[in-house]
Every structure is written in structure tokens, then in C-alpha cells.
Nanobody, 114 residues
Framework: QVQVVESGGGLVQPGGSLRLSCAAS????????MDWYRQTPAKERELVAH????????DYAGSVKGRFIISRDNAKNILYLQMNNLKPEDTAVYYC???????WGQGTQVTVSS
């Protein structure tokens, strides 16, 4: 059974940092590219970052490029998102997703506010 569990969200001041984690199970993690998405009530779910199955290729939405870093530990089946210099507009629920699994976790809330 495919399962992804996001964690690491919270309340942070503008300019602060957070690291999100996504623990994956029930599928061959190393064989899948992985994505981080985010969603707010006012917007559709947005692709934030993408990583290849080996971690050698990454890509980012323009709004987070230079501030966020996606990485993965294939030995532990964990996906990460390091978020630096956070802005209020980064406030959202963040989800990890394995394209092709058609399965979403519960997400983790990130709130950037002073």
C-alpha cells in the first residue's frame, strides 16, 4: 500500500527556514521521481520542486528557485525540502508526490508570519 507521510511544517517568521520531510513506503522509492507541491484555499495545487530518481536532476518553480532545495535519501526512502528565506506567500499545505502512484498524503502546514 502506497503511503507518504509529510512532516516538519510549522509557524516561522519571514526570513526563517524549515526542512520538510516525506517518509515513503509501499512502493519502490528509488525507482520514482518525486515532487513537492503546495496548496492554499485560494489557489490550485502548485508544483514547487522536482527531483529525479537518483537525485541528480532537480527543478524548481520560479517563485522558490534559489531559496528551496529538494533532496532525497534513497537508503531511507525519505524526500526532503529545505526552505530558506521564507516569505508570507510561501504559506500553504505542502505535499510530496510520486508521479504515477496517484496517491497523496495529508500534507504538512507551513505558515510564514510575523
Amino acid at each position: 500500500q502506497v503511503q507518504v507521510v509529510e512532516s516538519g511544517g510549522g509557524l516561522v517568521q519571514p526570513g526563517g527556514s524549515l526542512r520538510l520531510s516525506c517518509a515513503a513506503s509501499g512502493f519502490a522509492f528509488i525507482m520514482y521521481e518525486m515532487d513537492w507541491y503546495r496548496q492554499t484555499p485560494a489557489k490550485e495545487r502548485e508544483l514547487v520542486a522536482h527531483i529525479s530518481h537518483t537525485g541528480g536532476i532537480t527543478d524548481y518553480a520560479g517563485s522558490v528557485k534559489g531559496r528551496f532545495i529538494i533532496s532525497r535519501d534513497n537508503a531511507k526512502n525519505i524526500l526532503y525540502l529545505q526552505m530558506n528565506n521564507l516569505k508570507p506567500e510561501d504559506t500553504a499545505v505542502y505535499y510530496c508526490y510520486a508521479p504515477g502512484t496517484n496517491h497523496w498524503g495529508q500534507g504538512t502546514q507551513v505558515t510564514v508570519s510575523s
